[in-house]
């Protein structure tokens, strides 16, 4: 290995201000400060909160990264909406870390992502500026370093505007690595790696950036190894001499060819690793590792998309980056839980909506088998938004999990005139010439079917045709296009646009009625059906003008042939964009599972019919009507057996065959005791049951996880999550009530939550939560050490629950 290389993630110890800091801080060092004023542009050197010997910053609060300011601010009605009713703001995040004696290395800072606008300054020196909160970025701080002494990086995050229209956050939110090379290198995203077509798969191509950052000419020697997943090199390429002149960067084509390479797929996510060695004068100066993996694809506009040559269906989801307890700071290992989530569900793709996604994402995505659409989060042609489109495509080139490009979401203002032809138009070239192996897409909304014509007739097509919802609310649409363009891959790149509140089937005391919302007043008349329920419940009995039930969303897709998926709107819930609800609403119910990654009733729909080789069967609502004795329940059942039988208290209320992509409805007349459903396959075998039980009073918390152990590396997390339960087991679908967890041994509370679209309870500073229809959550994280954790959840006046983990 290079003895130069190294990588050291930059993620604690960070102090913290928000807002702005006293004038002593900010004047430490300050060469020019007279009478008040700050003057840091006027001289090198002149940033006093960058400084290490600033003694004023040591005392500020100590946080790790990733870390979301904003989500510790308090709910109000002041705060715009759409931002969760939470403030933004402005923040200073400052970092002292020594580095060893010079010896020719050069020092890299690279950030994953900071929200938004942020500056960055290193020993009192600017570095440099970064307006996106969502692209990643680095720079070369060498010549500003102190070797063998204390440096500081401050970077200054100002959070007052939004770049969409939901919840956001604010800080240093993604992951930050210091990074140390020699003189002759591989700069940051320098590897491309292009695997061979379906008639040659292992051929490899390595184009390989080396920058040469000294002041004179330098030869140098490359070759690449390739690695599989069992470590063994299977191949390596031939060695390539180049001559990089001074302060110039040079690209060198490699070549290895891997003989029948294991193919990456959703269910078997095999990866490899190309190895890239730099020498000079036969010395080692740089070794890069870059992952990727063997997989072709193609989208067929007759018979939709392929992956290694099979048929199937994208069953996508579009995802923001917003988790209960942590905000948008979503450390990696959650997000390899949310991906996770996903998949139990069935999905097999993520949208990133609607901007770049965290690296940790999609390298979770590579490791667990999730295609994905890799969204812009504006197009655009200036310098500024052309640059954040070549580095997310320079970034995120090599994931076997990304299928393609969007160019961006629901241009009203452009999609439809010659300007955002001619700037997509652009967009898709730069694509191709930077990516030639994956197709761009676009999500168009509103009247699409016309649009796309337009397009069309103007000479350009985006290479797969991205519709969001129907057009017109007309599913025949789809066929409409594709009889205009039937040579025109297509899928739906945005869809559903229903909500569900998990767990609610009447108003209750976390409901209000609903308001519309004054963005939406235009469209009152098609929401007046569902405001007058007064509530949006667990039936679905809500969607946007433009949504549709969740089964004709699935079978808009699946009874077609050339439809290549779906995409849902969304996977799970984010704070904002509340709608139909106003104030005091935080959190949207658009989402398939909700905050905390709880499955909603209409989860399970997708639980059936997207793994319909697995039984599942699901029954709903909860058994406990007490009041509604011999009234009508509306009792709903997913489930992909061939038929299902519903029993209550023991007796048979008919057997009825399930519809393909469907569900099957009841009205059973309530009375306390036990509501069972059975499934039978086609030959009359039980295959799945499902019972819902008349609840008694809360008796215990019972605490449950999907893994009990960690690494002890103080990044880890468990998720946990607490019932209320009564004396049998079964949870009490109303209880609220508060939780109070405590732990003992290297781990410590991440962030609290219940999925309560409604709840102004702190996710963070805090060990309590209430239950919302039984359920809440504690996210624990290592502390770094080693051992044996205890969670304990209390509640007044029922038995405590308790759970063993271990940090390893």
Partial sequence: MSKYRTTRPLLEGWKLCTGEPPMEALAWGNHD???????????????????????????WRTVGIPHDFVIEGAFTDKAPLNNGSLAGGKAYYVNKFELPPDAGQRIH???????????????????????????????????????????????HVNATENELWSYEGGGIYRDVKLITTAQVFVPQWGVCVR???????????????????????????????????DGKTVAVSRKETVDITALDDVDVALHASVQKPVLWNVDAPVLYRVVVEISVDGDLVDCYEQPFGYRTFRFDPATGFYLNGVNMKLKGVCCHQDHSGVGVAVPPALQEWRVRRLKDLGANAIRTSHNQPDPALLDACDRLGMLVMDEIRMPGIGDELTSQFKDTLRRDRNHPAVILWSLGNEEMGIQH??????????????????????????????????????????????????????????????????????????????????????????PDTSTIPVTINPRRMNDADLWADEAQSGYVSAYQNYHTPWGYSIEECWQDCANRPYMAGTFLWTGFDYRGETSPYLWPAVITRYGILDLCGFYKEAAHYLRAWWRPDDPHLFLMPHWNWEGYEGKAIDVWCYSNAASVELFLNGRSLGKKTMPVNDKLTWQVPWEQGTLEAKGYDSAGTIIANAVRRTAKAPEKVILSSGRTTCRADGRDIIVIDASIVDASGEVCPRAQNEVVFNVEGPAEILGVGNGNPMSHEPDKGTNRRKAFHGLCQVILQSTGAAGAITVCAESRRIETGVIMCDAQ
């Fill in 195 to 229: 695997t061979g077509d379906e008639s040659a798969v292992g051929n490899t191509g390595v184009m390989v950036s080396i920058r040469n950052a000294s002041c004179s000419t330098i030869r140098c020697d490359a070759v690449c190894s390739i690695v599989d997943a």
């Fill in 417 to 506: 005139k010659s300007s955002g032809i001619k700037i997509f138009r652009r967009l898709q070239e730069l694509s191709h010439k930077l990516d030639p192996t994956r197709p761009t897409t676009y999500a168009m909304n509103c009247d699409w079917i016309n649009i796309s014509k337009y397009h069309d007739d103007n000479g350009f097509r985006f290479d797969v045709f991205g519709a969001n919802y129907r057009s017109d609310q007309k599913s025949a649409r789809y066929d409409e296009f594709h009889q205009r363009h039937p040579d025109w891959p297509m899928l739906g790149s945005e869809t559903w646009g229903g909500t569900c509140t998990r767990g609610l089937y009447e």
């Fill in 109 to 155: 800072l690279e950030f994953d992502g900071v929200y938004r606008d942020c500056t960055v300054h290193v020993n009192g020196h600017f570095i440099g500026r970064h307006l996106s909160g969502y692209t990643s970025f680095g720079f070369d701080i060498t010549e500003v370093c102190r070797f063998g002494a204390m440096n500081a990086v401050c970077v």
């Fill in 33 to 59: 400060f007279t009478a008040g004023e700050i003057r840091i542009w006027q001289k090198a050197e002149n940033h006093g909160l960058s400084k290490p010997e600033n003694p004023h910053t040591d005392g």
